[in-house]
């Protein structure tokens, strides 16, 4: 099984920044993915970004050029920075691990932009 832990996350005025982080650990030897996830009151859980094991990466149209995901192999980390943020972009973010057909997700942390 993989664990996952968040960090990050936070309130912050619109323009700015934040940077949230994902560490995993257990059977974390063949992980094919992370990134997150994020929900905004009364919506569905949405994609924000991810990772391939390859380097690949990949992130909704909403925040392509604002944020960016990036990983250290050796804390088994990703990142998650978040720039230029926006009031819209308010939500709790889930962090998530795929390790072949199985993913596993963190506990969530909130991130609030005020306007």
């Known amino acids: 099984q993989v664990q996952l832990v968040n960090s990050g996350g936070g309130l912050v005025q619109a323009g700015g920044s934040l940077r949230l982080s994902c560490q995993a650990s257990?059977?974390?030897?063949?992980?094919?993915?992370m990134g997150w996830y994020r929900q905004a009151p009364g919506k569905e859980r949405a994609f924000v970004a991810l990772i391939m094991s390859d380097g690949t990466t990949n992130y909704a149209d909403s925040v392509k050029g604002r944020f960016a995901i990036s990983r250290n192999n050796a804390r088994n980390t990703v990142y998650l920075q978040m720039n230029s943020l926006k009031p819209e972009d308010t939500a709790v973010y889930y962090c998530f691990c795929q390790v072949k057909t199985v993913i596993t997700w963190g506990q969530g942390t909130q991130v609030t932009v005020s306007s």
């Open positions: 257990g059977s974390i030897f063949s992980i094919n993915a």
